[in-house]
Nanobody
Framework: QLQASGGGLVQVGGSLRLSCAASGSTFSNSRMGWFRQAPGKERDFVAAISRLGTITDYADSVKGRFTVSRDNAKNTVYLQMNSLKPEDTAVYYC???????????????????????WGQGTLVTVSS
């Protein structure tokens, strides 16, 4: 089970840190990721991190502004979001890939259907 938190209302240029806490014993063996879904749009890839946290990947739209990290001792993955823009407004979902065999950075890792588990989402609203 995944529980995302940390969303809220922030002004343009501001920062937020999202957290996703996982229950169970599979976290450290799961690739973790963040996706987002704006109103009326599909769920899109944002960032992913490998099981040990040594490899990360980002969507072009967030590179240099967002940072994904994880703490396997706490079963938690984070998304630090800086320099937020109105177009970052969306519901953010964390995902876990435990059964998959692709690597972070691959095309498969950016596909919603390739992820095994999802959190409930947390809303981020960036006001201008």
């Amino acid at each position: 089970q995944l529980q995302a938190s940390g969303g809220g209302l922030v002004q343009v240029g501001g920062s937020l840190r999202l957290s996703c806490a996982a229950s169970g014993s599979t976290f450290s063996n799961s690739r973790m990721g963040w996706f987002r879904q704006a109103p009326g749009k599909e769920r899109d890839f944002v960032a992913a991190i490998s099981r040990l946290g040594t490899i990360t990947d980002y969507a072009d739209s967030v590179k240099g502004r967002f940072t994904v990290s994880r703490d396997n001792a706490k079963n938690t993955v984070y998304l630090q979001m800086n320099s937020l823009k109105p177009e970052d407004t969306a519901v953010y979902y964390c995902g876990a890939a435990y059964y998959q065999r692709w690597n972070v950075g691959s095309t498969q890792a950016k596909e919603v259907m390739e992820w095994d588990y999802w959190g409930q989402g947390t809303l981020v609203t960036v006001s201008s």
